[in-house]
């Protein structure tokens, strides 16, 4: 029975649901802390809260959490903990779809919109549900007049028949034609890696990305350097 239909498959499996939670308790409590997120309407301004966190805290750790290794993982998770206010992320499908991220926070009291590759997870790809996944967080995003900021390290699409006869070209075109669309500002930070297509549809400025920035730690390019030295020098 919960194979066919529990919690566990449709959070985990499906994407049906966004979230589990242990009781109802818990449930009401984190469905307010969503509704707090969002405006009252499409027709409303973002919620502003009181921020304590001051605007100029510098973060020294962030100069290091990114390994200058790129083949070496880290976790997304803290870059962004680092970077909104009071380190609180309000994840949305947090089980479906590791390798993408997709939630709220806010930045000097104001709800935005966060979209980010997870290099923890399978490098950080894409693949046909972390571009659904991501598609429907921006299309929601704009529709509520929500900015979006992006944080991509993507090494491409995942590779595969399996990707292929399920149409990842297809559901890739998804995430591409959501930012294209999208009329809220868009902000996007490259941590480390982005390559090919897969950098293209992550809020390029390709795609009207309104504020594009790259960290030292920056890769960008149609494949990795390792990749592209192969291909020249083959046969050598």
Same mark, same amino acid.
């Given at each position: 029975?919960?194979?066919?239909?529990?919690?566990?498959?449709?959070?985990?499996?499906?994407?049906?649901?966004?979230?589990?939670?242990?009781?109802?308790?818990?449930?009401?409590? /984190?469905?307010? $802390?969503? *509704?707090?997120y969002l405006p009252l309407s499409?027709?409303?301004?973002?919620?502003? &809260? +009181?921020? #304590? =966190?001051?605007?100029?805290?510098?973060?020294?750790?962030?100069?290091?959490?990114?390994?200058?290794?790129?083949?070496?993982?880290?976790?997304?998770h803290e870059v962004i903990s680092?970077?909104?206010?009071?380190?609180?992320?309000?994840?949305?499908?947090?089980?479906?779809?590791?390798?993408?991220?997709?939630?709220?926070?806010?930045?000097?009291?104001?709800?935005?919109?966060?979209?980010?590759?997870?290099?923890?997870?399978?490098?950080?790809?894409?693949?046909?549900?972390?571009?659904?996944?991501?598609?429907?967080?921006? /299309?929601?995003? $704009?529709? *509520?007049?929500?900015?979006?900021?992006?944080?991509?390290?993507?090494?491409?699409? &995942? +590779?595969? #028949? =399996?990707?292929?006869?399920?149409?990842?070209?297809?559901?890739?075109?998804?995430?591409?034609?959501?930012?294209?669309?999208?009329?809220?500002?868009?902000?996007?930070?490259?941590?480390?890696?982005?390559?090919?297509?897969?950098?293209?549809?992550?809020?390029?400025?390709?795609?009207?990305?309104?504020?594009?920035?790259?960290?030292?730690?920056?890769?960008?390019?149609?494949?990795?350097?390792?990749?592209?030295?192969?291909?020249?020098?083959?046969?050598?």
């Amino acid at each position: 029975q919960e194979e066919l239909g529990g919690a566990r498959t449709h959070t985990v499996k499906s994407g049906v649901a966004h979230n589990a939670f242990e009781n109802e308790i818990e449930a009401l409590r /984190r469905t307010r $802390d969503f *509704f707090d997120y969002l405006p009252l309407s499409n027709r409303h301004s973002v919620p502003v &809260l +009181p921020c #304590t =966190d001051p605007i100029d805290r510098a973060e020294e750790s962030l100069d290091t959490i990114v390994p200058l290794d790129s083949n070496k993982p880290y976790d997304m998770h803290e870059v962004i903990s680092k970077i909104v206010d009071n380190g609180e992320f309000f994840e949305i499908m947090p089980t479906y779809a590791r390798n993408i991220l997709t939630g709220f926070a806010r930045m000097n009291g104001r709800t935005v919109c966060i979209i980010a590759n997870q290099p923890k997870e399978s490098a950080g790809v894409l693949d046909i549900n972390s571009s659904t996944k991501a598609a429907r967080m921006v /299309r929601f995003s $704009d529709a *509520f007049n929500i900015p979006i900021l992006t944080f991509v390290d993507v090494p491409g699409f &995942l +590779p595969g #028949t =399996d990707q292929e006869y399920g149409g990842i070209i297809r559901h890739g075109a998804k995430l591409l034609f959501a930012y294209a669309e999208a009329t809220v500002p868009k902000v996007t930070v490259i941590t480390r890696k982005a390559y090919g297509g897969a950098y293209d549809v992550m809020s390029s400025k390709h795609l009207r990305g309104d504020s594009n920035y790259s960290w030292p730690t920056g890769e960008i390019g149609v494949m990795g350097a390792k990749g592209a030295v192969e291909i020249i020098f083959r046969g050598k």
